[in-house]
């Protein structure tokens, strides 16, 4: 399966719209979209993985190399993780949780939720 990404602006903000799966061939696709988004100027930016099917170590390497480049510009980085959580069987929900790396970022339920600057994101 190939990783979609679509890039848009909503409310000052980079929205990363990203479908399919994460993996060691795809996830150079995201970051990319990010660096080409960062070159831009963007230091705001959505990703929402809410249609995210997969994610391996690299694809979660990539989350958090993305992390690092939007902090080294004070930017901000809030994530949008698919709606069903571990519990539920969403394989990227999982793999947060077995690595522990959700506590590095700010998760939000929506796109909405990630746009407002009066959201509190949800507990890790």
Same mark, same amino acid.
């Given at each position: 399966?190939?990783?979609? #990404?679509? *890039?848009?602006?909503?409310?000052?903000?980079?929205? !990363?719209?990203?479908?399919? /799966?994460?993996?060691?061939?795809?996830s150079?696709?995201l +970051?990319?979209?990010?660096?080409?988004? #960062?070159?831009d100027?963007?230091r +705001? @930016?959505? !990703?929402?993985? $809410? /249609?995210?099917? &997969?994610?391996?170590?690299? %694809?979660v %390497?990539?989350? @958090?190399?993305?992390r +690092? =480049? @939007?902090?080294?510009?004070?930017?901000?980085?809030? =994530? @949008?993780?698919?709606?069903?959580?571990? /519990?539920?069987? $969403?394989?990227?929900?999982?793999?947060?949780?077995?690595? %522990? *790396?959700? +506590? !590095? &970022?700010?998760?939000?339920?929506? *796109?909405?939720?990630?746009?407002?600057?009066?959201?509190?994101? =949800?507990s890790?």
């Amino acid at each position: 399966m190939t990783l979609k #990404v679509t *890039v848009g602006e909503q409310e000052g903000w980079a929205v !990363l719209c990203v479908s399919g /799966e994460m993996d060691l061939v795809t996830s150079p696709v995201l +970051r990319q979209r990010v660096h080409e988004a #960062v070159a831009d100027g963007r230091r +705001r @930016i959505v !990703l929402d993985l $809410s /249609e995210v099917l &997969f994610c391996d170590s690299s %694809g979660v %390497g990539v989350l @958090i190399a993305t992390r +690092r =480049l @939007i902090r080294s510009f004070q930017g901000r980085l809030r =994530l @949008i993780l698919p709606a069903k959580g571990a /519990e539920d069987g $969403s394989h990227v929900n999982r793999v947060f949780a077995a690595l %522990g *790396v959700r +506590r !590095l &970022f700010e998760v939000f339920p929506d *796109v909405p939720a990630a746009l407002d600057e009066a959201a509190t994101p =949800l507990s890790a």
